[in-house]
């Protein structure tokens, strides 16, 4: 079974241009969380999404936003770029169980590295 | 609030040393807790997790965490290190009434020869 895919694995964009990210979850499963992790530090969480809902944000501007498709794969956008964008991007996808509470853990991809120039 | 801190941004030891990666958490209902180990360059590889069964968890490369609630702790540890072991460990929770996870900031393992 193929992992967790995010596609592109590098990204070099100019300042106040647009990103989108794209992931694919594992098949089966039905949540998918984005983080940021910046040189140095630890990931820091974005967006999570079930069944194409947004279920929880962090602490991020609105120039990010997310979605997730039907077929569950996700993308996450960021308008208007920063120099401090520049991170690497990762996706974690995860059971859920019908009670709602996640309780196996994520698994990560192997992300997206985005330099804003 | 700070969900889970991680004590030590560096940790150096000598192969064959013990390992001790510390990890405390702030909740009053046990979480689930995670331990996760990056490589240079890539992304985040599961060790172990908690999820509220046995309090000593044994994970993958010879880890294992143990869960103290007295403590509010989850450290990690390894009997003999590696060379291969040098990366970045990540401590990381999901609150009791949450879903999302949360990292520390991470303790970066060195290993000497």
């Known amino acids: 079974d193929a992992g967790v895919t995010q596609s592109p694995t590098h990204l070099i964009k100019t300042r106040g241009q647009h990103v989108t990210l794209r992931c694919s979850p594992i098949?089966?499963?039905?949540?998918v969380s984005w983080y940021q992790q910046v040189l140095g530090q630890g990931p820091q969480f974005i967006f999570q999404y079930y069944e194409k809902e947004e279920r929880g944000r962090g602490n991020f501007p609105d120039r990010f936003s997310a979605r997730q498709f039907p077929n569950y794969s996700s993308e996450l956008n960021v308008n208007a770029l920063l120099l401090g964008d520049s991170a690497l991007y990762l996706c974690?996808?995860?059971?859920?169980?019908?009670?709602?509470?996640?309780?196996?853990?994520?698994?990560f991809g192997s992300g997206t590295r985005l330099t804003v120039v | 609030a700070q969900s889970v801190t991680q004590l030590g941004s560096h940790v150096s030891v000598s192969e064959g040393a013990l390992v001790l990666l510390r990890c405390n958490y702030s909740?009053?209902?046990?979480?689930?807790l995670f331990w996760y180990v990056q490589y240079p360059n890539q992304g985040l590889q599961l060790l172990l997790k908690?999820?509220?069964?046995?309090?000593l968890v044994k994970g993958i490369n010879g880890f294992e965490a143990e869960f103290k609630k007295s403590e509010t702790s989850f450290h990690l540890t390894k009997p003999s290190a590696h060379m291969s072991d040098a990366a970045e460990y990540f401590c990381?929770?999901?609150?009791?009434?949450?879903?999302?996870?949360?990292f520390g900031a991470g303790t970066r393992l060195t290993v000497k020869p």
């Open positions: 909740s009053s209902v046990p979480p689930y």
């Open positions: 908690y999820t509220s069964a046995a309090t």
């Open positions: 974690a996808s995860s059971l859920r169980v019908p009670s709602g509470r996640v309780n196996y853990g994520y698994t």
């Open positions: 098949s089966g499963h039905k949540s």
């Open positions: 990381a929770v999901i609150l009791y009434n949450n879903n999302d996870m949360r």
